[in-house]
């Protein structure tokens, strides 16, 4: 996955909308301004992995965020199935084991498997609440250096986190970072944000942005202000 190119490849916005006929507004409106465009859980339980298939027939990228884990043998047939839908982007769960079920499935295809490492909406006592003995930004680092070693094709962190990051994966995987908030706007449950100059100049290549855009009163007014901080940066 190429980790620069220009910013309308670069940013990724989030279709986090309830029904398929507000989604397809979305892509609608936005045209030709934006090429790339994430599928979550929200969307995908009311339609969206059918329009995941529509919108990459179409010719649009797609990041599939479905943070597969599982056994093994589950998360290789969920991914084999996910190749034959044409989607650009898919996120595992950055557990060594099922990284490398997950690239073993994948292996071949054009699938790029990101590796979900912290969520951007934890914090550090979030972390210790959930059971673990290191800080967000140590094990977003441990997780970066075993999705490396698993052959995963991109990272998925905080924006604060992409320039450690980027150190331990290189120049080539995709550093994908959400919480991706414009100066001025509302973090929401997001806890570890940056604004989308800062997250290019901290090392990522992908930046997710849904709210910001798809909650604003002028989508393409807003996408297009981000992709020209973008370009600026």
């Known amino acids: ?13 989030g279709l986090d909308v309830p029904t398929i006929a507000e989604a397809r507004a979305v892509v609608a409106t936005l045209g030709d301004a934006v ?12 339609g969206g992995l059918e329009l995941a298939r529509e919108l990459a027939a179409d010719g649009k990228k797609i990041f599939l965020d479905m943070k597969l884990l599982d056994i093994d043998n ?3 047939k969920g991914v084999e199935a996910i190749v034959g839908m044409g989607v650009s982007m898919l ?12 690239v073993e499935a994948a292996r071949g295809s054009d699938l790029c498997l990101l590796a979900v490492t912290v969520l951007t909406s934890m914090d550090e006592q979030d972390v210790i609440d959930a059971g673990y003995e290191y800080d967000p930004h140590t094990l977003v680092l441990r997780r970066a250096e075993q999705a490396l070693a698993a052959g995963m094709g991109g990272i998925v962190c905080s924006a604060s986190e992409a ?15 959400p919480g991706i908030r414009p100066a001025g706007a509302a973090h929401g449950d997001q806890k570890r944000v940056m ?17 910001p855009v798809v909650a604003a009163s002028d989508r393409l007014a807003a996408a297009r202000a981000i992709l020209a901080e973008m370009a600026a940066a």
């Open 1 to 13: 996955m190429n980790a620069g190119g220009p910013a309308r490849d670069r940013l990724i916005v």
């Open 35 to 46: 090429t790339f465009y994430k599928i979550g859980y929200q969307l995908a339980f009311a």
């Open 74 to 76: 589950t998360v290789a």
């Open 91 to 102: 996120t595992i769960h950055a557990y060594p084991k099922a990284m490398r079920a997950a």
């Open 163 to 177: 320039l450690a990051v980027r150190r331990i994966v290189g120049p080539d995987m995709a550093v994908v970072t």
């Open 195 to 211: 604004t989308p100059a800062d997250a290019l100049a901290a090392g990522a290549s992908h930046l997710v942005v849904a709210r």
